[in-house]
């Protein structure tokens, strides 16, 4: 994945969870009135960090099989994990902890990747 196309995910999809009203825990995507739902449902309004690069990637590149493929990538790079699969987990593990230190840690993942670019 290139660079530009990584920050830009990684942008929009931490624009996206920035506030507390677009984040959520213990689903990908939820809808205005907290149901789960897919994170490329056009009614998702809150995501986890995982849904967000879902979504954040489908808006780079239209496509939901291409989404996945990079939201995966973006993952392992934001997590070091050796493997997309582990990478998504961890992301997810990090997203469910306890609120304000998963989303503070979260915050300053994505805003190192960004800086480093």
């Not at 689903?27 to 954040?56: E, I, K, M, Q, S």
């Not at 934001?78 to 997309?84: K, N, R, S, Y």
Request: aromatic share 6%; hydrophobic share 45%; charged share 25%.
């Amino acid at each position: 994945m290139s660079e530009s196309i990584f920050k830009l995910v990684v942008e929009k999809a931490r624009d996206r969870i920035a506030l507390r009203s677009g984040w959520t825990r213990y689903a990908a995507a939820r809808t205005h009135n907290d149901r789960p739902c897919d994170p490329l449902d056009p009614a998702a309004v809150r995501f986890c960090a995982y849904g967000a690069l879902v979504r954040a990637a489908f808006d780079v590149v239209g496509s939901r099989e291409m989404a996945v493929l990079v939201a995966r990538r973006a993952a392992r790079r934001l997590t070091g994990a050796t493997t997309e699969l582990e990478a998504v987990a961890d992301l997810d593990a990090l997203n469910d902890g306890p609120p304000n230190e998963a989303r503070a840690r979260l915050m300053q993942i994505f805003a190192t990747a960004i800086a480093e670019g």
